[in-house]
């Protein structure tokens, strides 16, 4: 099992990034929660990693705290939901933003990420329930970094292919992109306030 890598971050196209490690380049997906918290490409990164196994691919995960890479874990145990799912989970909310969904019992909310149905949500909810009971959240989490953003020549471009990766469709992203008003924005601001509207 590889369950960290130490390297220099050669890509970003999310959901994908790319890392060089010791010559070794390895392909993993992210939730947006850490690709907005990656530096500059070029630059050392250090991703927590848990690597899924199926009969027709090995997919390697990256998490840029331990806190995502657990509540990944957990997600990925809850029936119906796979990687993919709970990867479109962690793009949507942080961490703690989906503990406090859960133990508000909100359906509401989770039923607005893609893949997540009504059924799915009170799923969630009640299996996730007893295994976040020691999740603590800190009193100044707002979930998303406001600092951090993606690099790109053309945030609105990598803002609506990042929400078309999610499971949006083309059209759906681009309008809500264009509601913002604000194309000078980085994209990762555009991707947040996005996912908010929609």
């Known amino acids: 099992m590889i369950g960290r890598l130490k390297g220099i971050l ?14 070794v380049g390895y392909e993993c ?13 070029e630059s050392p990164v250090i ?3 848990h690597l899924s ?10 998490f840029y705290s331990l806190e995502e890479r657990s509540l990944f874990r957990e997600l990925i145990k809850v029936n119906g939901v796979g990687p993919k799912l709970a990867l479109a989970i962690l793009s949507a909310m942080s961490a703690n933003e989906f503990v406090q969904n859960v133990r508000q019992g909100d359906v ?24 976040l009971k020691g999740w603590s959240i800190p009193s100044n989490a707002n979930g998303l970094n406001n600092e951090m ?8 471009e990598e803002a609506i292919s990042a929400l078309v990766a999610l499971g949006y469709k083309q059209q759906a992203a681009s309008q809500a992109i264009k ?20």
């Open 149 to 156: 953003s993606l690099v790109n020549n053309s945030h609105v």
């Open 10 to 23: 050669l890509e970003k196209q999310p959901p994908f990034i790319l890392i060089d490690v010791n010559g």
């Open 53 to 62: 196994v199926s009969e027709n691919s090995h997919t390697l995960f990256a």
């Open 29 to 41: 997906q992210a939730p947006m929660n850490t690709i907005y918290n990656l530096p500059e490409i």
């Open 108 to 131: 509401n909310r989770l039923v607005k990420i893609p893949g997540v149905g009504k059924k799915t949500a009170e799923r969630l909810i009640i299996e996730m329930k007893d295994r």
């Open 179 to 198: 509601k913002i008003g604000d194309d000078t924005l980085p994209s990762a601001s555009l991707i947040r306030q996005a996912l908010k509207n929609m």
């Open 47 to 49: 991703l927590h990693t």
